[in-house]
């Protein structure tokens, strides 16, 4: 149970265009999503949480109109990275979680190359 | 804030052998910790947790201890197997945030 999973696993694009990553929830409603950003050989750092319905939260530093979070549904929310520029090429993380739980479960990751 | 730091950054081991990840809190207030386990390319998977009224919890070969007084967690992976071989990090929340800061990881390899 408890499955997670993200769409595209990578993603090539072009700079200055825009990528929409998907990150679902399988077998249960996901009342809060967070997503993570990871550079090689790096921690994972989070991005924004998003509650179901409501406005993401950012994190301190991260760029709420450059990265677009959507969480419409209890099983997907949305980031779309837009103006893409190669410093955002990273191995995006989402995970996700419902009311009471303490644990995350990630999702296995999508990929963005900016050329 | 809450500071989670974790040591070893890379072990090696030969396959049979323990390891030991331990990790570090700063906030007392923290009072769960899972461990993750992160393959070349993929997500982290939870491979265990612990909750701070228990001081050990144990599933197979992988068990984790905590101290709450110390306030510092381990993981131990008792006869390692090569398909241990990965990244594993240490993570704590707080009641009152939905975060999980994470530590900053541990690239375990297990040697033939």
């Known amino acids: 149970g408890a499955v997670v999973s993200q769409h595209p696993s990578w993603v090539i694009c072009k700079s200055g265009t825009s990528v929409k990553i998907e990150c679902r929830s399988l077998?249960?409603?996901?009342?809060?999503m967070f997503w993570y950003r990871q550079f090689p050989k790096q921690s994972l750092m989070l991005m924004a949480t998003?509650?179901?319905?409501?406005?993401?939260?950012?994190e301190q530093g991260v760029e709420k109109d450059k990265f677009l979070i959507n969480h419409a549904s209890l099983t997907l929310s949305t980031l779309t990275v837009t103006s893409a520029h190669p410093e955002d090429s990273s191995f995006y993380i989402c995970?996700?979680?419902?009311?009471?739980?303490?644990?995350?479960?990630f999702g296995p990751g999508t990929r963005l190359l900016v050329l | 804030g809450e500071n989670v730091e974790q040591h070893p950054s890379t072990l090696s081991v030969q396959e049979g052998d323990s390891a030991v990840i331990k990790c570090t809190y700063s906030?007392?207030?923290?009072?769960?910790f899972p461990w993750y386990k992160q393959e070349l390319g993929k997500g982290p998977q939870l491979i265990i947790d612990?909750?701070?009224?228990?001081g050990e919890k144990k599933d197979q070969r992988i068990a984790v201890t905590l101290n709450k007084t110390a306030k510092h967690f381990s993981l131990h992976i008792t006869e390692t197997q090569p398909e241990d071989s990965a990244v594993y990090f240490c993570?704590?929340?707080?009641?009152?945030?939905?975060?999980?800061?994470f530590g900053s990881g541990t690239r375990l390899l297990v040697r033939p």
């Open positions: 998003s509650n179901e319905g409501s406005k993401a939260t950012y």
């Open positions: 995970s996700a979680s419902w009311v009471g739980q303490e644990t995350q479960y």
């Open positions: 993570a704590a929340r707080m009641d009152s945030s939905y975060k999980l800061i």
């Open positions: 906030d007392s207030a923290s009072n769960y």
């Open positions: 077998d249960f409603q996901a009342t809060t």
């Open positions: 612990i909750r701070s009224n228990v």
